[in-house]
């Protein structure tokens, strides 16, 4: 049974049994490689996570997952 469309555009449906609503084909909402590429040099270059984001329209938070996905682990040298 069809429930009307969500936000994307996206065909929403109901079971008839137990009324839980859900999509058949979602939409994915990821970015493309080459803008992830782009906002994680503009953070190393010195622009703020936020700063970042407010550049390429998206949230500081994916911002700030990409840095923690690429950092590298950093030795610590004892003293």
Partial sequence: MNAGYNRSGTQRCVCRDCKYKYTLNGKTRELPEELKQQAIKAYY?????????????????NVTRWIKKTEQPVDKQEN
């Fill in 45 to 61: 270059s010195g622009v703020s996570a936020r700063g970042v984001g407010k550049l390429f329209g998206m949230g500081k938070e």
